[in-house]
């Protein structure tokens, strides 16, 4: 079973996410900040981070930037409401794995979520 991280300041839109997600099989966990985004991958399994691009103190870049230095190979995608091409390519271009916008469609995300997680990267 695909483990999920929820990376987002938003608790509610955490909440709601963690439901829709855990109703259709992934064992999912959610934080609100990037420092106990850290200190969760550091000790559990990660399949795919559900990652927040504008949060207070700590961004979804500043989370890309190191989580390479982690080696644990965990898919990512942004799931911002501050989209545009320019955050788009920059976060592809740090390893995000896709971008979807907030709003989100439950369907078109969960798509995204499988089309990633059977990626070879």
Known sequence: MESLLIVDDDVNLCTVLKEELTEVGYVVDSVTNVPDAFDFISKNHVDLLLLDLK???????????????????????????????????????????????????????????????????
Do not use: H
């Open 55 to 121: 949060m207070p103190k700590q961004t979804g870049f500043d989370v890309l930037e190191k989580l390479e230095s982690y080696k644990k190979n965990i898919k990512v995608i942004i799931l911002t409401a501050f989209a545009d091409v320019k955050s788009a390519i920059n976060t592809a271009l740090m390893g995000a794995n896709d971008f979807i916008t907030k709003p989100y469609d439950f369907d078109e995300l969960l798509i995204t979520i499988r089309n990633v997680l059977q990626r070879d990267v």
